[in-house]
Every structure is written in structure tokens, then in C-alpha cells.
RNA sequence: CCGGGCGUAGCGCAGUCUGGUAGCGCGACGGUUUUGGGUACCGUAGGUCGGGAGUUCGAAUCUCUCCGCCCGGACCA
């Protein structure tokens, strides 16, 4: 029955069953990485390199990077953003004109088109976003605006390591600001510092922003977001008061100047900065020993206002209210998605595994069947499967011909925050068992009240 | 880019010093085992020993050369 099969097939559920699924697990640490992060993500089968600092991701690493993208996507939004799309290959010529062509260096990858044009793949699109800008916005009554994209971008390194961490072609959402003033731009700023909080937030991270140096431009209006996780590459120093702070559902109204003041104020007064801008005397001034926290983390996300840096040489200007011509106040904001699983594989794993956060998880949860081929068990695990879907969430079913600790091992691997034990033993009884990665508590009940149990967990 | 290391089966490794025609564990596949935390046993398949050149009767092993990857540093989101 080809046709039936093939029509099977193409159900969208039957995918997530494991024995459908790919999900290349390795037993054993690959050599090649150093980091937890790499190699777990290696050995869960989420990416598999392609060269250095490239790699292809596999349908379960892409699921994670999606979910994270999801709510980059939505937070930008909320904040006011808009979403956009610019190309990875760039022409040379803007480049030119902003006289970074030549300043980058041999980290920008350059390539020529069969027209013997000088072309690059962007390491970041300060040039062209402004082109964009110039030729489309020329009056004060068109501001603000934040224009965002989420694309791959490569920077030629000398050596990259640490997996996704640091690879040569990676993810980044970068955002950036248009304002007539530097007032507004700073308020511009504000809204990308709080919509970064929040996002980091709904991700399950403690992710804090930390004073950044600015170089040339001077200010205090550049920040850099760090996980913290004990395998960090950077040492932070810090306010264990900053750590504490939550944003949780507070509505805020990104266009109240004073209100997103106000919240920046609260999260960037607290003493946090990394070992680039530590100043030991000011941290004791101004932090009681107490509270003082020095800890290891990630930049995950970096913002910056910057002023007329790319509008002057690249002449974006906009008419004023008085009809004079003056150059944009910008500023630019970056999260960087691909660098993100890393890190919350650094900030959330054990001995035996990843260990998701339930707003990113690739599924919301795994069923494992202890006794495949065992008519009862089978039945349980198809109807939790099907009620799971049904209540909208995303279940793996292991359904493989494999023995229990096998499956167990796997599911620890892979780090699913519920799994949903099935077995001819717990079934004799009516119950099966849920139990939670983080803490490992695991609970008896009916299939009816695990599935129930999951949807409150996930859709309140 | 500097310094160090590595490249042998899908993965982890031994064999290289002292040249004799490639092995172990895991995994895969076929069986047996029906087993609630990577079970045990039997069997099978799988390798241009990173590429090229050279020395030699003979090279995974010695020489030259190229390439790739990893680690530390510098650099960087």
C-alpha cells in the first residue's frame, strides 16, 4: 500500500515520533568540543559542523533557534519595531562611502560577482540600513523609527570556537533607530533596553545589562547583555540586587518616555559591568559588601546609541520643523539568536544533559513508551500523544524499539522539561508518570490528568 | 596571526618511537534475550590510515609538501 503509506506520512504529526524524527544522539563526547554547550549540542544532535565556525543545523536545533527567534520577533514588536528583511550579500560601494570598507579588515568575507562588482557578506548592516533610511524618509513628521531584521551574518574570525558561540556565520537580530534629536533617540534606546529585559526575561535567563565602553562617542548609552552562567567567558562584577529584578507581565507603554525611563533607571543603576570597564573602587563604593556578586557570563546582546556616526558620511537627513537639513540620530541593537542556544545550554544543563527552559524548548514534552510493542502501553501513549496535540501543544512520542534506560538516558540528554512515563506496570494501575528535568520530581496520575496537568503548565 | 596539539570505520581511541600490509570499545545491521535508568550473548557489514610526492623489496609508521580540525593567546557579537 505505497499510497497509503505515503499519505501517512505526510501527516504533520507522525513526525514527532522519535522513530520518524532525526535525531542523531551520541553516546560518547565528540573531540572537537571543548564547551558543555558544544558538546551537548552535538551529542543531542542539534547541529552538526560543516566546517570551522560553520555549521548546518538539524531539525532539533532548528526548532530551539526558531522558538528563540519567535520571541525576539515578538518582543521587538511589542516594543515598536518594525520587521524587515535586508540581503546577506551587500555592495561594496556603501561600504565605501561610510569608509568602512577598507577599516574592517580581513573579517569581512569579500566576494566579487561575475561582473567583477566588489561585493561582501555582511558582518552587520549599519551601511545599508541608513541607505535604506535616506532613500525613503526625508521629513521629521516620519519619526521615529526602528527597523529591525533577523538574518545570518558572517565575520571571517581568526579562530572560532566554542560551537555556536562563537562561529563565523551566525544569527543576529539587529535593530536600528531613527530619531531628530538626541533625546528622542535616547528614548529610542530606553525602548530596546526594556524590550531586551523583558525578552531575555520570557526566555528564562538572568540576563543583565552591564555598562559598555562607547569608544569614540563617549556617553553612557551603550549596554551589553549578559547571561550569567558559571562557564562565562567574561567575569562580571556586580549588584546581587540587579538579579533579582523582574519584569514579569508589567503592560508598559513604550511611548512614555518617562515610564521607560524610569524602568532603565532601575535596571542599569545597580553596579554591573564585565572586567573591560570593572572599577573596583567605584563597586565598593557604591555596592555593600553583601550584595556584591562577582560571577562569569555571556553577551548575548549588545546596544548602542551612536549618534551621526553613519548619517553624516552616508547623508541621511531629514527636514526639521524649522525646514533646516539635519543628519539622523541613530543607534543600533543586536540580540544574536544562534549565540543564545549556547548560552542557555551553558546557564541551564547537568551532568546528564540539557536541561530547556519551557519558553524555548524544542518540544513541550516527551512521552516515552518503557514497553513498545505492548498492546496496552502503545494505546496509553497514542491517546497522550493525540490529547496533547490536541491541546496545542508540541509532544516527542519514543516510540523506538529500545530498552527503558535507553530512553530515559535520551530524553535526560535532550533536556525536555516533562516526560510522560508509559508502562504496562503504571497502566495496570491506571497511571502513568510525569516528572519534571529540573529537580527530577516525578508524580503518578491518570493520562487524563498529565495531559491536563501540561496544557496548565504551558498555555496559562 | 603567534604558540601548542591532532587527523586511523558513524563516534571515542590503540597501533607511529623500533617500517612487514590495520585493531579495540561504542554505534549500525541480522538474530536470541521481554528486559522500568545507555541489558547480555551470537553473528554480519563497514577503513583511499586527511591529500600529494619521495625513501624502501615493503610505509598508518620515515622524509618533504599541501590541506583540515582542535586548544591557549591576540582579536571579537
Redesign the pocket.
Known amino acids: 500500500m505505497p499510497l497509503r503509506r505515503a499519505r501517512r506520512r505526510l501527516k504533520g504529526p507522525e513526525n514527532m515520533r522519535l522513530s520518524r524524527y532525526l535525531l542523531p ?11 558543555v554547550s ?1 558538546q551537548l549540542m552535538l ?1 543531542a544532535g542539534m547541529i552538526k ?1 560543516e ?3 560553520l555549521y548546518a543545523w538539524l531539525p532539533f536545533g532548528y526548532k530551539v533557534l526558531r522558538r528563540i527567534e519567535q520571541i525576539v520577533h515578538e518582543e521587538q514588536q511589542r516594543a515598536g519595531a518594525l520587521p524587515m528583511l535586508m540581503p546577506t550579500i551587500q555592495p561594496a560601494e556603501l561600504w565605501r562611502e561610510s569608509g568602512r570598507y577598507d577599516a574592517y579588515g580581513p ?1 569581512m568575507l569579500r566576494v566579487r560577482d561575475r561582473h567583477e562588482r566588489d561585493m561582501l557578506y555582511g558582518p552587520t548592516n549599519e551601511e545599508m540600513i541608513t541607505d535604506i533610511f535616506r532613500k525613503t524618509v526625508t521629513s521629521y513628521r516620519d519619526l521615529p523609527k526602528i527597523l529591525y531584521h533577523i538574518q545570518w551574518k558572517f ?1 571571517d ?6 560551537g555556536v ?4 556565520e ?1 544569527l ?1 537580530k539587529d535593530a536600528y533607530s531613527f530619531d531628530l534629536t538626541k533625546e528622542d533617540a535616547i528614548h529610542s534606546y530606553n525602548r530596546m533596553l526594556v524590550s531586551y529585559i523583558r525578552t531575555f526575561e520570557r526566555m528564562g535567563l538572568t540576563a543583565v545589562p552591564m555598562r559598555a565602553d562607547t569608544g569614540p562617542i563617549g556617553g553612557d548609552h551603550s549596554h ?1 547583555f549578559l547571561v550569567l552562567a558559571e562557564t562565562g ?2 567575569e562580571v562584577f556586580l549588584d546581587r540586587a540587579v538579579t533579582e529584578l523582574n519584569l514579569g507581565d508589567a503592560d508598559i507603554d513604550f511611548d512614555d518616555q518617562a515610564h521607560v525611563a524610569g524602568i532603565v533607571e532601575k535596571w542599569t543603576s545597580p553596579y554591573a559591568r564585565t572586567d573591560e570597564t570593572h572599577d573596583q573602587s567605584v563597586f565598593e563604593a557604591e555596592t555593600p559588601e553583601e550584595r556584591r556578586l562577582t560571577a562569569r557570563g555571556i ?1 548575548v ?2 546596544i548602542f546609541y551612536f549618534g551621526t556616526k553613519y548619517s553624516e558620511p552616508l547623508k541621511a537627513m531629514v527636514t526639521g520643523p524649522d525646514g533646516g537639513s539635519t543628519p539622523v540620530e541613530m543607534g543600533s541593537y ?1 540580540i ?1 539568536p ?2 543564545l542556544v549556547g548560552a542557555i545550554i551553558e546557564a541551564c544543563h547537568d551532568e ?2 540539557i536541561i530547556w527552559p519551557e519558553a524555548v524548548t524544542p518540544f513541550h514534552a516527551g512521552i516515552v513508551n ?2 513498545q ?1 505492548d498492546s496496552k502501553a502503545d494505546a496509553a501513549c497514542e491517546t497522550i500523544y493525540t490529547a496533547l496535540r490536541k491541546a496545542g501543544l508540541d509532544p516527542l512520542y519514543d516510540d523506538r ?6 530512553k ?6 535532550i533536556g525536555l522539561p516533562w516526560r510522560v ?1 508509559v ?5 495496570k494501575n491506571g497511571v502513568v ?1 510525569l ?1 519534571e528535568r529540573r529537580g ?1 520530581a516525578s508524580e503518578e496520575m491518570t493520562p487524563e490528568e498529565a495531559v491536563a496537568r501540561l496544557s496548565s503548565v504551558y498555555l496559562n
Open positions: 544522539i551520541l553516546k560518547e563526547t565528540p573531540s572537537e568540543a571543548s564547551i558544544h551529542r559542523q566546517a570551522a565556525g573579517e565575520r574570525e581568526i579562530r572560532p570556537r566554542f558561540m562563537r562561529a563565523r551566525f543576529m551589553e567567558e567574561s553577551e546582546g549588545h543586536g544574536g544562534s549565540r546528564a544533559g518503557l514497553k510493542g524499539e529500545e530498552r527503558a534506560g535507553a530515559f538516558a535520551s530524553m535526560d540528554l512515563t508502562g504496562p506496570r503504571g497502566l508518570e516528572t527530577g
